[in-house]
């Protein structure tokens, strides 16, 4: 049986009382063992000790401490010593047990510094008390003799260990159960170590190293975090590095290709130009059976011989169609209340060596062909003959070496010829300019009318052509000369504008891209309503944002083109609305 040298209950087993310690005088609040004084913190406690019961505390309180552990088998006697044991070991054990955690792990250096003073002081006045004792050796050796005589042997109150003196008894609860009285051992020959890394005591060399190992694993596992956590932030840099890089690329990889498909459609990216094409197309006709060698090698003569002396060979021409549409209104198209068509003009279409690049060329072959056989420009024109599409470019280079859209030719590179550059409104504006032809743009920029049509586009067409009167015939074949019309990714030549019995109003409009023999069609005497359909462009069928037309007025006089290629330094067109 095992007895609590603070409260006198005995228990069975070691455990039992490190239970019972713990629970009973560890975990209840702190209270004055001299004055019964509560409700404090502890060094509010101590400070109150000291002061008020300094001399019951060093002096009183120890004898009757040493005496219980001698002299305490009595029953009776035991009672009465445990009760003053206890209040010292109370005033000592609830002091450092007011906080379990920081008395059991001693991680605090604070309260460990504190406990260790409060400790050293009352041991203090033990050892004086002791010292003064065992000058009154005699005096103990009697009450020895008559307490052994009449008491048991001093027993181990913590383990029940039986010794023969109660110095032996003394020295063994010193020893072997310091941790329990939680009172450090400066009386004993056992050696203290200090941990290096937070101060912690220990009484033992094989505790220690197993404390301080338990330092450099947490020291170790704290740097694996830290260089985990700094491993982590390299690779998420590294990645969204990578990333950026990625993005870049693509980017610029997504603008090359983007830069390439503008320049493949614009024709700028050096694959060649009229010639090369069309000579690559006519190997793969004959290559897939479509064209005979023999006819391969005429057309390449004769082409060779167009591209010498500049002119168009005529095989996509259609010629006479202003004529019979003439007769077809006069004869037919009981539905048109009036129309009226341009002077002259002759049709081109797309070759071999121009598709899908060489409509504004073709258009200006359509408009020239009208101006050739119109008197009015004989002065400007004279000797002319309708150009084939590489010596319009060079016409266009021509131009602008003599001071013509310095702005438009940079953005050409300066050179036509050898490429299937696309020209618009702009190019056959200065090269009409420099044929001394009057001409001027006119812009629509934008839709003015429901569902994004161009009223004001039929209009302006329509004042364009019409000068006549109220009771003027139902054709008007006028001495206009076509107009070219152009939009996002196409032109076409307007050749005519006809007004249904309903006011609605209907272009005309030959198309480069219709062949020649659908418009050979038209020549027909009996020229069906549906031949008719591929000339017909209604306000829903022109849809296009924007609109740009090049209309011509005259013949300019040097005088005249001099200005307008200084004019052309600042390129402006006339903008409706």
Request: glycine share 6%; proline share 4%; hydrophobic share 30%.
């Amino acid at each position: 049986m095992l007895s609590c040298d603070i409260c006198g209950e005995t228990v069975t087993s070691e455990p039992d009382m490190k239970a019972h310690l713990l629970i009973v005088h560890m975990e209840n609040e702190i209270i004055c063992p001299f004055c019964k004084l509560s409700g404090v913190n502890y060094d509010e406690m101590c400070f109150h000790i000291e002061t008020a019961h300094f001399e019951q505390n060093t002096l009183e309180r120890n004898f009757e401490r040493i005496n219980t552990v001698q002299y305490g088998t009595s029953d009776n006697k035991k009672d009465n010593t445990l009760q003053c044991g206890t209040e010292v070991n109370s005033s000592i054990h609830s002091g450092c047990a007011s906080n379990p955690k920081n008395s059991a792990q001693s991680l605090s250096k604070d309260s460990t510094l504190k406990h260790e003073a409060f400790y050293s002081e009352n041991l203090t006045e033990s050892r004086k008390f002791l010292t003064s004792r065992e000058k009154q050796s005699g005096l103990t050796r009697i009450k020895g003799s008559i307490y052994e005589t009449t008491y048991s042997p001093p027993e181990c109150p913590f383990c029940g260990k039986i010794e023969e003196h109660s110095e032996d008894v003394e020295t063994h609860v010193k020893t072997k159960h310091a941790n329990l009285l939680d009172i450090p051992l400066e009386d004993c020959d056992q050696p203290l170590y200090d941990c290096p890394m937070c101060g912690l005591i220990c009484t033992n060399y094989h505790i220690l190293q197993e404390h301080v190992d338990l330092h450099l694993e947490e020291n170790s596992f704290q740097q694996d975090v830290d260089r985990v956590q700094c491993s982590g932030d390299l690779q998420l840099a590294q990645q969204l590095q990578q990333e950026e890089d990625r993005k870049r690329s693509e980017e610029s990889r997504q603008e090359i290709e983007e830069f390439q498909k503008l320049q493949r459609q614009y024709g700028l990216d050096n694959s060649g130009g009229y010639k090369q094409q069309q000579l690559r197309n006519m190997e793969i006709e004959v290559n897939r059976g479509r064209m005979p060698p023999s006819e391969f090698h005429r057309r390449k003569a004769d082409m060779m011989e167009s591209l010498a002396i500049g002119i168009d060979d005529g095989k996509t021409k259609t010629s006479g169609i202003i004529e019979a549409l003439h007769r077809y209104y006069q004869n037919a198209a009981t539905d048109v209340r009036r129309v009226w068509l341009s002077s002259v003009v002759d049709h081109f279409h797309s070759s071999l060596g121009d598709k899908s690049w060489g409509c504004g060329y073709r258009n200006f072959q359509m408009l020239l062909s009208s101006l050739l056989q119109n008197d009015a420009y004989n002065d400007c024109l004279k000797g002319m003959s309708i150009p084939c599409i590489p010596k319009i470019q060079s016409m266009i280079e021509d131009a602008w070496k003599e001071g013509f859209d310095p702005q438009g030719a940079s953005q050409l590179n300066n050179r036509l010829q050898g490429t299937k550059a696309w020209i618009g409104a702009c190019e056959i504006y200065i090269l009409l300019t420099s044929l001394r032809v009057k001409c001027h743009i006119v812009d629509f920029h934008k839709s003015t009318g429901p569902l994004g049509t161009h009223p004001c586009l039929f209009e302006w067409i329509l004042n364009y052509y019409s000068s006549e009167a109220e009771g003027s015939p139902k054709v008007v074949c006028t001495s206009k000369p076509p107009i070219y019309l152009q939009h996002q990714g196409h032109s076409r030549t307007v050749i005519g504008i006809e007004e249904k019995k309903n006011r609605t109003l209907c272009l005309l409009i030959f198309d480069p891209g219709c062949p020649s023999r659908e418009m050979q069609k038209l020549l027909k005497q009996d020229i069906e309503a549906s031949s008719l359909k591929q000339l017909r462009k209604s306000m829903g069928n022109l849809k296009h944002k924007q609109y740009q037309i090049v209309a011509v007025e005259g013949a300019l006089s040097p005088e005249e083109k001099v200005a307008r290629r200084q004019a052309s330094q600042v390129f402006t067109a006339e903008k409706i609305p």
